[in-house]
């Protein structure tokens, strides 16, 4: 017969549950949105290729992405 434990076994979540907790995350989002915006609005304005354009557009959602869930996580916890 095995002894109980005291205390409860650590669960794990799963990795796509993972939220940025670190303000370190809040910082690294808040500068791709406005660097990767504002690229893209200059690409746009200057007529560079239309890749270039679209890749700066995507990382600039990417981190406003990464800033809302920051901020969607921080206020659930206080």
Sequence with gaps: MTPSRD?????????YRSAPTDSRTFVLGMCMAV?????AVRG???GA???ETAGLL???LLGVL?????VLNY????
Excluded: F
């Design 7 to 15: 205390t409860p076994s650590p669960r794990r979540r799963p990795w």
């Design 35 to 39: 660097g990767g915006i504002a690229g």
């Design 44 to 46: 746009a304005m200057e």
């Design 49 to 51: 290729r239309l890749l």
């Design 58 to 60: 995507g990382l600039g």
């Design 66 to 70: 990464l800033t809302v869930a920051w």
């Design 75 to 78: 206020s659930t916890k206080r």
